[in-house]
C-alpha cells in the first residue's frame, strides 16, 4: 500500500469522526428542542383542563 493510500485513509477516517461528532451535536441540539415544546405544549394543555374544572 503507498503512503498517499493510507494517508487518504487516515484523513477519511478522520472525515467520518468529525461528522460522526457533528451528528450527534445536531441529534441532540433537536432532542432538547422537541422535549422544549412538548413541555411547553404540556404546560397550556394542563393550564386549560386546570381552568376548565375550577370554573
Known amino acids: 500500500m503507498s503512503s498517499s493510500d493510507q494517508e487518504n485513509r ?3 477516517r478522520e472525515i467520518a469522526e ?3 461528532k457533528r ?3 445536531s441529534n441532540v441540539r433537536v432532542s ?3 422535549i422544549a415544546v412538548t413541555v411547553i405544549a ?3 394543555v394542563f393550564g386549560i383542563a386546570w381552568a376548565w374544572l375550577n370554573r
Do not use: K
Open 10 to 12: 487516515e484523513r477519511n
Open 18 to 20: 468529525n461528522e460522526a
Open 23 to 25: 451528528e450527534v451535536v
Open 32 to 34: 432538547t428542542w422537541a
Open 42 to 44: 404540556g404546560v397550556i
